[in-house]
């Protein structure tokens, strides 16, 4: 891609942008992928996303379809290429239509990211809780593990007269036979550990074994799941004959050095595996208050931000802010309604979200102004550390590299370079550890 600046005009800049045909390719099958994983649709081997979207779906002309999204990934490359970091995000400005094969000319007008001072670059003081193990979290993992490894053994104990009732587990045979007359998959047995009410089979079965009593045998029917040829889930009745066999309790194993030496010969003692849990605990736990050290610290630093943020600044914010608060929702199976009902209406919704927006801008115009000021340098352990936190599972460099191809170079680096400033200002804060 070709890109040149023809015009500046305080902190607002025009740059004309070529894209070649190669960028015009990459950024139509950027969006085909994106396209592809939005609507489920995995192509078989050897054939494109456009092929298997029109075997698949009829659409004819991919291309054509996802050419809005494939545009606007022309944005972050251009700004990449000038190594520029915006304020906000800007549009593009094209007449012509994106057309693979041809070259594509675009115009953005930038507004670049302003260079904030702060009122001081005196270290800061912040209050924090000194940081420990949760050692209930410690006692929740053994408890977690000897629950996998409970057994159901026979209660030799059992009154005779006892009726299965929620809350027992107990040993049944059954036999069970669907509308067709043929064995129901998966559900005849010659003995099965059953929890009754725990909601493991449909209620009609459940029903049904609630009051019986060991080695009593029962003839019912009930709607059981089934798939019809297109795997759509439907109703099917069954019909069971059900025996009772035994009345189990639960045999949970205590967690001593001869379990641990049968069960896990890693470890050589109970106390030893214990140690190897707290370990664990302690890396995912001081993530996070490290964590939380930073965001105490940065919000000490932003009080100290003087300067006027753009109305287009906060505008930007608050609908990045309100798409996140959106995915979230929706992760959760709730709703934007549901969730500005909740929030006392849509102007207390809006009041937050501005709030917010400032809180978010002034941190990261601080951490900004620490960069420059103490003149840092972002190194490649510190962007892998930003990669880490974006995708832990991930290769960091690898994730790196993928994220520069995007074009999205310019923001991996705002991130790389206010994460090595809020380490500097962590590292030469004064922090003072109270008691909860």
């Known amino acids: 891609m070709k890109v040149k600046q023809v015009k500046k005009d305080g902190d607002v800049v025009v740059l004309d942008a070529v894209a070649s ?20 649709l995995m192509p078989e081997q050897g054939k494109t996303v456009a092929q298997a979207a029109e075997e698949k779906m009829g659409v004819k002309n991919l291309d054509q379809i996802v050419a809005k999204e494939a545009t606007m990934a022309l944005v972050p490359m251009a700004l990449d290429k000038r190594n520029i970091i915006p304020a906000f995000m ?16 675009f115009k953005l007008t930038v507004t670049l990211r302003p260079a904030y001072e702060m009122t001081s670059y005196e270290p800061v003081t912040v209050e924090a809780v000194p940081f420990s193990v949760d050692e209930s979290a410690v006692q929740a993992e053994l408890d977690s593990m000897a629950q996998q490894y409970t057994a159901y053994v026979a209660d030799e104990d059992a009154d005779a007269a006892h009726e299965i009732a929620p809350g027992d587990f107990v040993k049944v045979a059954i036999t069970a036979t669907g509308e067709d007359g043929k064995p129901f998959r998966g559900l005849s047995t010659e003995g099965r550990t059953y929890a009754v009410g725990a909601g493991h089979m449909p209620e009609g079965f459940d029903s049904q074994i609630q009051g019986m009593k060991v080695g009593e045998k029962k003839s019912f029917s009930f709607d059981g799941p089934s798939f019809d040829d297109d795997y759509n889930e439907t109703t099917e009745r069954v019909e069971a004959t059900v025996e009772v066999l035994e009345l189990l309790v639960e045999q949970k194993p205590q967690i001593d050095d001869e379990w641990v030496s049968r069960t896990m010969p890693w470890f050589k003692t109970a106390d030893e595996l214990k140690t190897s849990i707290r370990k664990s605990i302690e890396v995912s736990q001081r993530e996070g208050y490290d964590a939380y050290i930073r965001q105490a610290v940065a919000a000490e630093w932003a009080k100290r931000f003087q300067g006027k943020i753009a109305d287009e600044v906060y505008e930007s914010m608050m609908v990045q802010l309100r798409e996140n608060i959106r ?12 969730f500005v009902e909740q929030s006392g209406g849509e102007s207390n919704v809006s009041m937050m979200l501005m709030m917010q927006a400032r809180e978010v801008l002034t941190q990261g115009y601080a951490l900004d ?28 460099r690898q994730l790196r590299e993928q994220i520069e191809l995007r074009g999205q170079g310019f923001a991996l680096r705002e991130s790389a370079e206010r994460y090595k400033a809020n380490i500097y200002a962590v590292e030469h804060a004064n922090i003072q550890y109270v008691e909860e």
Do not use: S
Not at 21 to 40: C, I
Not at 90 to 105: F, H, M, S
Not at 327 to 338: I, K, S, V
């Open 369 to 396: 102004a620490i960069f420059r000021h103490f003149g840092l340098t972002a190194t490649d352990a510190d962007y892998d550390q930003v990669c880490r936190a974006m995708n832990p599972q991930a290769d960091p």
């Open 327 to 338: 995915a979230d929702l929706q992760q959760q199976g709730a709703d934007w309604e549901q």
């Open 21 to 40: 045909v190669q960028d015009v390719a990459r950024v139509l099958q950027f969006a085909q992928e994106g396209f592809a994983n939005a609507m489920g």
């Open 90 to 105: 800007p549009t593009l400005d094209a007449g012509d239509a994106l057309e693979r094969g041809k070259e594509y000319r």
